[in-house]
């Protein structure tokens, strides 16, 4: 759902800048001139669709407009047949930029950085940490993994092997800003992985504090409270943030 509202608004920034020209009419002097004027288009903020952040678009925007366009066009020119050449031959590909590139711990640093997080972290950040590192976990993945107790009949971490199933995950509407969880789309999304001792021992450790915290919750909510499968939950007992288990 998300990915199409993402279409949607691209092509609804399309539409304002060839308002009255037909499909056929547009030209790769259009488009090239389209592009030209998004590199110096102002980020809009995601939160305040209104107001500017006085920011350019990242280069990996624009790239997602060329791409956007290139859809639309082939299918223009291939399946609804309204157009015999496409404009979209003759457009360079804008390259992506890399503004922000991410530091890897070097291997040697591994066993200071678990040393670390094994005495300064809490149960559920060593947890989340493990899961990362060791599963290959997507922050999204992490916050969508059920699991309420060791023999919980519907876990998706099997204590036993050390297998953790890979389902759902858990993202924000666009729109209302909510937070819902969401099957994985394909089987190479869903899976199993197998966790070391070091990361099955730090979960179970976390799941007497859930439960804990659970039993808090029911004190505090009473029947409102949603009583989530989830392993992870935030600090009302709804959906852990995906932005803050990847911190």
């Known amino acids: 759902p998300n990915t199409l509202k993402d279409y949607a608004g691209r092509i609804r920034t399309l539409k304002k800048n060839f308002p009255n020209k037909k ?7 259009d488009i090239e001139d389209f592009l030209n004027k998004e590199k110096e288009r102002d980020k809009v903020d995601p939160n ?13 925007t624009l790239h997602h407009e060329f791409v956007m366009l290139r859809i639309l066009f ?37 066993e200071k950085t678990t040393d670390l997080i094994e005495k300064y972290a809490s149960a559920r950040d060593k947890s989340i940490f493990y899961l990362g590192l060791c599963g290959g976990l997507r922050e999204e993945e992490v916050c969508g993994i059920h699991c309420i107790s060791e023999d919980d009949p519907e876990s998706e971490i099997n204590f036993t092997t050390g297998k953790c199933f890979i389902n759902q995950a858990v993202k924000q509407d666009f729109d209302t800003k909510q937070y819902y969880e969401y ?30 915290l659970v039993e808090m919750f029911k004190l505090k909510y009473g029947d409102e409270y949603k009583n989530l499968p989830n392993l992870f939950l935030n600090q009302y007992g709804d959906y852990f943030r995906p932005r803050y288990a990847g911190k």
Do not use: C, G
């Not at 305040?48 to 990996?60: A, E, L, V």
């Not at 999304?189 to 804990?212: D, F, G």
């Open 23 to 29: 499909v056929y009419e547009i030209t790769t002097d």
């Open 183 to 212: 099957d994985l789309k394909s089987e190479h999304s869903e899976r199993a992985v197998t966790l070391p001792e070091i990361a099955i021992n730090s979960i179970k450790n976390y799941l007497k504090y859930r439960k804990q």
């Open 74 to 110: 082939k299918k223009a020119q291939y399946k609804w047949k309204l157009i015999a050449d496409n404009p979209m031959d003759d457009v360079e590909e804008p390259k992506i930029n890399i503004e922000n590139e991410v530091e890897h711990i070097p291997y040697e640093e591994f």
């Open 48 to 60: 305040h669709p209104n107001m500017k952040t006085n920011q350019k678009i990242t280069s990996n």
